[in-house]
């Protein structure tokens, strides 16, 4: 038989249901199986009847919860007994649910590790920032502070004392 396991569910004993399965006819209320027929229709199985029918089955895990057997509540319960269709359809509702909250979840932690990195991102732009030139830095702009320091100080920049103005205005020149 062709089917999906949707739901292992549990009801007090009072709630038992009856095994669907062909010819059993015995009343289930622990590990009861909600299973999706091929076509389309739902049963409700025992264990051993489950295992008999769609023992063959490659999933045996349920869409829906664990394999543990869920212990339905009172609205649930009547629900299995008198709307399967419906307790599934809640079932499918609070699938969903957890789905969207692991989505939510997944997106603002990805938002916090987004905001992590553009912060060490800026961190190591401040630090590169604040980090002193280099001599090949340097060097790269000196011919020009040179000329600026001749134009604005009418002073010869290769004569030693005015180093520390020639460094002063490549620094100005490379922004540090
Ligand atoms: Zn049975």
Known sequence: ?????????????????????????HSVYRRIHVVRHGDGSLGVYGSDCFDKLFGHLATKTPTYGSGDGRELTAAERLMLAENTERLIAQFEAEHQALL?????????????????????????????????????????????????????????????????????????????
Request: charged share 40%.
């Open 1 to 25: 038989m062709s089917g999906q396991l949707l739901a292992v569910v549990e009801v007090d004993k009072a709630d038992r249901v009856v095994c669907q399965a062909e010819g059993c006819g």
């Open 100 to 176: 969207e909250q692991a989505r939510l979840r997944r997106e603002q932690q990805e938002r916090l590790e987004q905001s992590a990195r553009e912060a060490a991102a800026r961190r190591r732009a401040e630090e590169e920032r604040r980090r002193p030139p280099t001599p090949a830095e340097l060097s790269s702009v000196e011919r020009e502070a040179k000329a600026i320091v001749r134009q604005k100080y009418s002073v010869d920049p290769d004569a030693p004392g005015w180093r520390g103005l020639v460094l002063a205005e490549a620094r100005k020149l490379l922004g540090r």
